[in-house]
Each structure stands twice: as C-alpha cells, then as structure tokens.
C-alpha cells in the first residue's frame, strides 16, 4: 500500500513512519522548509512505545511526481487547510483516498465540496505529539490511535487493507463503521477540553479545582451535542458523561494541544474548532453561548494573521 502524508508533522511524521517501520512505501508530501529540514537530520520517532529512526524518507514537493497513491493521510493544522487542496485534487484524480485526522468536522464538508464526496474517508486521532527542534516526533502519551472508516461502501477496500497494514504497525489503529459518529464524539470533547485549558491557560487539574470553572467545560460539551444533534448525529447524555469522566480522569498536568500552541505562542486552531461551531450552530439557528465566550477569550492569542 502506498501511503502519502501531507502534513509531515507531529500527527503524520508518527503515523507515516510507523506504516513505513511495518514495510509500506510512505512518501511525505512537504513543503521547502521542511524537506530541508528531514533532509539534514532524517525523520525520527521518539516514543516510549519504540523509537524509529529514518536516514532518507521519500520526500517529494510536487504531488504531479507522485506515482499510484492509495490513501493519503492529511495531518494539516486547520488553518493550514485551504493550501492543500490543489495538491490533493492532483492526487485523488491519481486514484488516493483521502483521509483526514484533523480535530474538527468543518474540513469534511470543504473536502467533500472540493474533491468529492466519495473520495473522503472519516478519521481522527488520539496522540500527544510534538516535533523538536530537529523536526523529529516527540510522542509524549502511552497511547497513539488512528480511528478511521468509511463514509459510504466504496471505501470499504481501502479502510480495510489500511487495517491490515495497521495490524502491522506500532499503533493503535480502530475501523470504526459509524466514523462520523466518532469524529463528532471527539470534537465535542476536543471543543471542551481546548477551550476551557486554553481560555484559562492552565492544564486540567487546577481547573477541576474549582467547580465554577469545570462546569464552563461540562457546559462546553453540553453546546457541542446540541449541535451534533442538530446535524442529525445523535451524540447522547451518556457521550456527555463519557468525556466529562474522561475529563475527570486526566492527570492534573493534562492539556491539550491548542493549550500547548498558547503557552508556545503559536497559532491557534482556534477558528477551525470554536469558530467553526459558531458558524455552524447559525446555519441550523442555534446559540452556543459558551462557546461564543471561548472565541471571544482566545481570540487575542490566535497568533493568525
Ligand atoms: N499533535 C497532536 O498530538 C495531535 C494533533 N491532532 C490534530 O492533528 C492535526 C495536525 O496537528 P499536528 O501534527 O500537531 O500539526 P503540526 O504543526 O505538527 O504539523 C502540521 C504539518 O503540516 C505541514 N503543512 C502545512 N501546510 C502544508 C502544505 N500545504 N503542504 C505540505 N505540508 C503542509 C506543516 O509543515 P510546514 O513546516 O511546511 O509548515 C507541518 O509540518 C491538527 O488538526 C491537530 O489538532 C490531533 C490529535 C493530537
Ligand atoms: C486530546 C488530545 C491530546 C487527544 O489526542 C488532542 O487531540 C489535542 O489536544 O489536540
């Protein structure tokens, strides 16, 4: 299986070498910059799971030199988005899949519009990643999934040879059928998780501390079903007390990435998540009240320009 990564970052650097550590040819689709960069120092896996180093990974900067891609894995930030559509037009008229991991739900609808809807498989992750100053993936959780399935039946093929391949690889990797279901699930707690670490700027554990300010994240998740369910997924009270547990249950130094983008200065996804159910919630005549708070607080630090 030929495997494309665009987005040769924290989240696809990890997935793409550990396909390629279980022997699938990997090409990373990157821009100047960072071939420079992997072109100096390779690319590398540092995890408690098992490091992985590269000398020379298939770097390529034009997807026209891409030959006979199966799937590719688009692990973009979503403000980054917008900019790869052209070259994953030029793939899919190839024959790839295209399966994103970004958090969020706006991008499916942009990708579907763009490059039809029978080219986009569902996908999302659950990892704890960083690049270092040498570009080289610091994976920092003992967990690392890739949850992904298909969103109608002619994908089915391609989801489960990429399970099979998964099988193979230092990865958690679950097919999951109903896979918008579950990107729905994670945003919800993404929404909540992100917001509330990042519009305090602490981690989880000094906001559990005060009931006040853990029942704006409660409230967060409460909007984000609300929303699902006005999008005709049926995200329930139990999914609400799922990740509220799965918030209670996070070390106290826990947080999440848009949090960490924050304390590094970088920009937010912040547009991309909060901004995006804003102007979703408005498209089916919903308010999300918290949510419009978590824009407005993080806004100053969005770092977009
Ligand atoms: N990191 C994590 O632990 C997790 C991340 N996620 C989600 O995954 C997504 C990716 O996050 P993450 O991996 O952290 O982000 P990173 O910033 O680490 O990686 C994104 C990469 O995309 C590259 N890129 C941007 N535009 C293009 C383009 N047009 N062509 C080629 N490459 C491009 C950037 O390269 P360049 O150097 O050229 O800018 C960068 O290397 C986000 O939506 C995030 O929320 C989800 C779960 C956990
Ligand atoms: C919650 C977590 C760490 C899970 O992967 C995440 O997606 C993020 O913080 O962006």
Avoid at 46 to 54: A, I, K, M, T
Avoid at 143 to 164: A, D, I, M
Avoid at 183 to 193: D, G, L, N, T, V
């Amino acid at each position: 299986m030929h495997v494309v990564i665009l987005g040769a970052g924290a989240l696809g650097g990890y997935f793409g070498l550990r396909y390629q550590e279980a022997g699938a040819k990997v090409t990373f689709l990157v821009r100047e910059r960072r071939a420079e960069q992997i072109q100096k120092h390779g690319l590398a896996i540092r995890s408690p799971q098992g490091d992985y180093n590269v000398k020379d990974p298939i770097l390529c900067t034009d997807p026209n030199n891409i030959e006979k891609p199966d799937i590719v894995i688009v692990s973009v930030k979503g403000y980054h988005l917008a900019g790869t559509l052209d070259s994953l037009q030029v793939l899919v008229q190839k024959g790839a899949y295209i399966l994103p991991v970004l958090n969020g739900i706006e991008h499916m609808d942009i990708l579907q519009e763009k490059l039809g809807e029978k080219n986009i498989i569902g996908g999302l992750s659950f990892i704890i990643a960083t690049l270092n100053e040498q570009g080289y993936v610091v994976h920092s959780s003992d967990f690392h999934e890739l949850v992904f399935g298909p969103l109608n039946s002619s994908q089915e093929e391609v989801c489960k040879r990429l399970e099979e391949l998964s099988s193979k690889a230092v990865m958690t990797a679950t097919y999951h059928p109903s896979i918008l279901y579950e990107q729905w699930k994670k945003y919800m707690f993404i929404s909540a998780f992100s917001g509330i670490t990042t519009a305090i700027n602490l981690p989880i554990g000094p906001i559990r501390e005060h009931k006040e300010t853990f029942a704006i994240a409660v409230n967060l998740l409460q909007e984000m079903k609300k929303l699902a369910n006005a999008c005709q997924i049926k995200l329930t009270d139990d999914d609400v007390e799922m990740a509220k547990e799965k918030l209670l249950g996070l070390n106290n130094e826990a947080t999440s990435s848009m949090h960490q983008d924050r304390r590094k200065q970088s920009p937010l996804e912040l547009d991309h998540l909060h901004g995006a159910a804003i102007r979703l919630a408005k498209q089916k005549g919903l308010t999300l009240p918290y949510t419009n708070m978590v824009l407005g607080m993080v806004k100053p630090f969005a770092n977009l320009t």
